[in-house]
């Protein structure tokens, strides 16, 4: 009876393609929005995840990863004192301007980190040695953000609020929500480039001994230094947290995927009633013939698992299109975590279910008497 | 209760016994009676036609006869199985192993293939789909029919979508075939190949086969006319009397 069911539903040509391009929209839309909004998430912590500190150590007013409120050198050995601590370094993290060769300038994200472990640099150095960093006056910047520097070269001289910085290195990492130029130096010498402060330590990265967790740790700075002490992960999560909380992006991409459901829901549903209605006479034959409600009820299931299967898989392949082709040719960020197709599939089962329950309602309530109305 | 009479096997004699039944459609002031203490016996074996005027209850009367609506009061035993005590879902499970209908417009399944089509009965019963086409293509051949089982019954001709669904009504071998109307929608020559082949190939010592029908020019393949009006069964013919009383 699928087998028949199947053919009922492909006969109707018209009514099966517009039901598989509700749900394809349907799941399109869900699933590049909440792609695009977890790419936006991830471009919020990006430097959390550039950095690869399994601790990070800040001021208790702090509130997200860009949110800076300096601290004093003096807190970074206050750290290190606490039993448990492998090793802490400095992290310094400002917004400056950078000038260009012919007068133009560029506001970067500028990163001095510790001389001695250059912890917190990028691991991935496309061009250069990132180790020459310790000679003064250098830096390293990103290989995305080359073209709004005006595509330098290693070798290259920019200049820093008017002090020199010869470029060392080029290194690849995540790109930052504001997409701005990542410019990394050492702790020193990003300090010379800002000028004197007198809280200038941003984060302390730490890295617990082999008797501690990160959480452990975390708790055990916050309780001898009464400075905030958070896990990466836990960290990112704090700083997504608050975007989520504060800013009314993702109320902007639920109203996306929310119309996507609907739509998706509202054509499925009035389509399939349509089909059923459509085919009513048949259903009614079925039922005079011997056919129970279950037997028609799961053909009409069946029908619908079909439908769904087909506009989820090319919905699917849509959105794995567009999260191939839109970041690479536009700066759009673009991330899909397994739950987002698993979310997909969920909204999509919910879907058919709502879409079927009007032509099931149809079918058990059609007599099979019908059959002799002509 | 034990609905689950197999299609013709056994010996014993089958036969339709109706008492006393009535059907009102709506409620209260808007109530219609269609049906006033109608009893009937029905033997297996013949031809019935059911005849009379539109709107004097016939259609009612085959939809209670073959389970599919219920009567308000009365009592109906199917081969010895009162139906009027069964439940819809038994109702249901009875026709699925002893009744088969042919429709005056046909209700072939216009996606499916001639020959699907006639298997439909056999799959509602749970029967292999490669079985039920291979009997489906043994009543294709027994309508002579089996060169055009792969089409649409949409591509056939009326007379030959008749003939699918009179296959299709046989093939699960029922007890019980009700026609209605089913050469309304045909002309003449059809008409009585149609109801020559029902008369072939339906009438068997163990079925009950009845056919509604306005059609003057098929009475004579009956065995016996049953004739109603307003609600009441008015008159039963036998063959052997025909010419007396048309």
């Known amino acids: 009876m699928y087998l028949f069911a199947l053919k009922m539903l492909f006969g109707d040509r018209l009514k099966f393609i517009t039901l598989v391009v509700g749900l394809t929209f349907s799941v399109m839309l869900i699933t590049q929005q909440t792609s695009i909004f977890c790419g936006l998430m991830r471009r919020f912590v990006a430097t959390i995840r550039n950095t690869q500190a399994a601790v990070w150590v800040m001021d208790p007013q702090m509130r997200f990863v860009d949110d800076v409120k300096p601290m004093v050198e003096r807190e970074l050995y206050r750290v290190r004192s606490v039993e448990g601590v492998e090793w802490a370094v400095p992290f310094f993290q400002t917004l400056s301007q950078i000038q260009l060769p012919g007068g133009k300038s560029e506001t970067i994200s500028l990163i001095g980190v510790d001389s001695e472990s250059l912890i917190g640099c990028p691991r991935k150095v496309i061009a250069g040695r990132i180790e020459d960093l310790r000679i003064p006056d250098t830096i390293a910047v990103e290989r995305r ?41 050492t702790y020193e010498h990003a300090l010379g480039y800002s000028g004197p402060l007198r809280k200038p330590l941003s984060f302390i990265l730490t890295q617990p001994n082999n008797h501690y967790t990160p959480a452990a740790l975390s708790q055990k700075i916050e309780a001898e230094t009464h400075l905030s002490a958070y896990p990466q992960l836990q960290f990112m999560w704090k700083t997504v947290d608050y975007y989520v909380k504060n800013t009314g992006i993702p109320i902007n991409f639920a109203i996306t995927v929310g119309l996507g459901i609907i739509v998706g829901a509202a054509i499925s549903a009035q389509t399939f009633y349509a089909f059923v209605m459509e085919n009513i006479s048949q259903f009614a034959t079925m039922k005079a013939m011997g056919a129970s409600n279950r037997t028609l009820i799961l053909m009409i299931l069946f029908q619908n698992c079909v439908v769904g299967c087909i506009g989820y898989g090319i919905g699917l392949g849509l959105m794995a299109l567009c999260g191939v082709v839109i970041p690479a040719v536009t700066e759009l960020s673009f991330w899909t975590p397994w739950q987002i197709p698993l979310i997909a599939y969920i909204s999509v089962v919910g879907v058919s279910l709502f879409s079927s329950t009007f032509a099931i309602r149809k079918v058990i309530q059609a007599e099979p008497a019908l059959v002799f109305r002509g | 209760m034990v609905t689950n009479v197999s299609p013709i096997q056994t010996a014993h004699i089958a036969h339709i016994a109706l008492r006393n039944v009535n059907k009102s459609y709506g409620e209260g002031d808007l109530s219609n009676q269609v049906l006033f203490d109608v009893s009937i016996d029905i033997q297996a074996g013949h031809l019935n036609l059911l005849v009379g005027p539109s709107g004097c209850g016939k259609t009612t009367l085959i939809s209670i006869i073959a389970g599919i609506l219920s009567a308000d009061s009365g009592e109906m035993t199917l081969f010895d199985i009162p139906l009027h005590l069964l439940s819809d879902a038994e109702k249901t499970h009875f026709r699925k192993y002893n009744v088969g209908f042919v429709f005056q417009q046909f209700n072939l399944i216009s996606t499916l293939s001639v020959r699907e089509n006639v298997a439909i009965p056999l799959m509602i019963q749970g029967i292999k789909r490669q079985d039920a086409m291979e009997k489906a293509t043994e009543m294709l051949h027994e309508v002579n029919l089996e060169n055009r089982m792969d089409l649409s019954p949409s591509l056939l001709s009326v007379g030959q979508q008749q003939r699918v669904a009179v296959a299709r009504a046989l093939i699960s071998n029922p007890r019980l075939l009700i026609c209605d109307e089913p050469t309304a929608a045909l002309d003449a020559q059809n008409g009585k190949l149609v109801m020559g082949m029902i008369r072939d190939l339906a009438i068997h010592p163990e079925r009950v086969v009845i056919v509604v029908t306005h059609d003057q020019r098929v009475l004579d393949f009956g065995d016996q006319i049953i004739d109603m009006e307003d609600g009441r069964i008015t008159r039963i013919v036998k063959r052997s009397d025909f010419k007396d009383a048309l």
């Open chain 1, 145 to 185: 953000s080359l073209w709004k520097l005006g595509n330098p070269r290693v070798g290259d001289r920019l200049d820093i609020n008017d002090q020199a910085a010869r470029i060392v290195a080029i290194v690849d990492l995540a790109p930052n929500f504001q997409s701005l130029p990542y410019v990394f130096t």
